[in-house]
């Protein structure tokens, strides 16, 4: 049985993870004959927004690892004790969590070469992966991120938004306009990309796409 690592990024599209996509991602594992453990790190979330209103809640203060616990119903890890060793393969869910919490994308001048980064703990995670070859998944925003893992060149998706394609693309990342049901794969490093909630107006919009980087990224694994 493969065994995939899933990083959440805490609980909710606005400061956290994207949930339908985390329980998408989670299902269609399972689904495929697989386990999962899941892990985020130990860290305070950037802020808490209010999913009623979209505000920020400015007295109110969270961390990662316990929101994502909201999510994997208690059962989530901190990433520092992340053991590439015991995994297939590793997958990263959307939400502007991976933007906010795991890097910086969504807060930093992006043109600066020099403000845009991954949180450490994660990037260690990510390229304990990426360096022995072993395949990711990467969902919604977190593409964005790709360009920081792996060399100049990587092929993945956010979907068709074009300005913010541009943005990453300017880091290293070769950008491919892909639909909501759709995915990418770039072989050579075996990364698979899909644009989920960046333009799914359903969750079975976002499933389709979904369901198929799980399995890609399954089919992948040695």
Same mark, same amino acid.
């Given at each position: 049985?493969?065994?995939?690592?899933v990083? %959440?990024?805490?609980?909710?599209?606005?400061?956290?993870?994207?949930?339908?996509?985390?329980? %998408?991602?989670?299902?269609?594992?399972?689904?495929?004959?697989? =386990?999962?453990?899941?892990?985020?790190?130990?860290?305070?979330?950037?802020? /808490?927004?209010?999913?009623?209103?979209?505000?920020? =809640?400015?007295?109110? =203060?969270?961390?990662? %690892?316990?929101?994502?616990?909201?999510?994997?119903?208690?059962? !989530?890890?901190?990433? !520092?004790?992340?053991?590439?060793?015991?995994?297939?393969?590793?997958?990263?869910?959307?939400?502007?969590?991976?933007?906010?919490?795991?890097?910086?994308?969504?807060?930093?001048?992006?043109?600066?070469?020099?403000?845009?980064q991954?949180?450490?703990?994660?990037?260690?995670?990510?390229?304990?992966?990426?360096? /022995?070859?072993?395949?990711?998944?990467?969902?919604?925003?977190?593409?964005?991120?790709?360009?920081?893992?792996?060399?100049?060149?990587?092929?993945?998706?956010?979907?068709?938004?074009?300005?913010?394609?541009?943005?990453?693309?300017?880091?290293?990342?070769?950008?491919?306009?892909?639909?909501?049901?759709?995915?990418?794969?770039?072989?050579?490093?075996?990364?698979v990309?899909?644009?989920?909630?960046?333009?799914?107006?359903?969750i =079975?919009?976002?499933?389709?796409?979904i369901?198929? %980087? !799980?399995?890609?990224v399954?089919?992948?694994?040695?």
């Amino acid at each position: 049985m493969k065994n995939i690592a899933v990083i %959440l990024s805490g609980c909710g599209v606005y400061d956290g993870s994207e949930i339908q996509e985390a329980v %998408l991602t989670l299902l269609a594992i399972d689904q495929q004959g697989a =386990s999962y453990r899941c892990f985020a790190p130990n860290i305070a979330q950037h802020h /808490v927004i209010n999913h009623l209103t979209g505000e920020v =809640s400015a007295a109110e =203060s969270r961390n990662v %690892l316990v929101e994502a616990a909201r999510i994997g119903r208690g059962d !989530v890890e901190d990433i !520092v004790e992340l053991d590439e060793k015991e995994f297939d393969a590793i997958i990263f869910v959307g939400g502007f969590g991976a933007a906010k919490n795991l890097s910086n994308f969504a807060l930093c001048n992006i043109e600066d070469n020099d403000t845009f980064q991954v949180n450490e703990q994660v990037l260690t995670a990510a390229k304990s992966f990426a360096n /022995v070859e072993k395949p990711a998944g990467f969902m919604c925003i977190a593409p964005a991120m790709l360009p920081l893992i792996y060399p100049e060149g990587i092929k993945g998706t956010i979907g068709k938004d074009n300005a913010t394609a541009n943005l990453i693309t300017a880091k290293g990342l070769t950008h491919i306009d892909c639909t909501v049901t759709d995915i990418v794969i770039d072989e050579t490093y075996k990364v698979v990309t899909t644009p989920a909630y960046m333009l799914a107006e359903s969750i =079975s919009e976002a499933a389709v796409g979904i369901n198929k %980087l !799980v399995k890609y990224v399954i089919a992948l694994c040695k």
